[in-house]
């Protein structure tokens, strides 16, 4: 088990598969992946609502979801051999 590590949340829209991040020009951007989404901090959940409202009245299917980050000392990483809670393996970035 990590023991000290420093928590972040957060949320993003996904609409069908894909992470929204923009409304430029009255056409919806999407990105593949979560670099590329638009992040909103826990302190912004209306400006997330308000932006799903946005994307239903465009009759798009989007989801909020929320995000978790986990931040761990350097010191305090297991080895890429050791186990996590629920069977997962540590793999470092």
């Keep these: 088990m990590i ?10 829209i996904v609409i ?16 593949w992946c ?3 989404a638009k992040v909103y901090s826990p302190f912004d959940r209306r ?3 308000s932006d799903v409202a946005e994307l239903m ?3 798009k299917k989007a989801v909020l979801s929320e995000l978790m980050f ?3 000392k350097e ?10 809670e629920g069977g997962d393996t540590w793999l470092p970035f």
């Design 47 to 49: 400006e997330a609502e």
């Design 16 to 31: 069908d598969g894909r992470f929204f991040r923009s409304i430029k020009n009255d056409r919806v951007c999407t990105a």
């Design 70 to 72: 986990c931040e761990v």
């Design 3 to 12: 023991e000290n590590f420093h928590q972040k949340a957060g949320f993003v």
């Design 75 to 84: 010191s305090e990483q297991p080895k890429i051999s050791e186990s996590l």
């Design 57 to 59: 009245r465009r009759k």
């Design 34 to 36: 979560i670099a590329g």
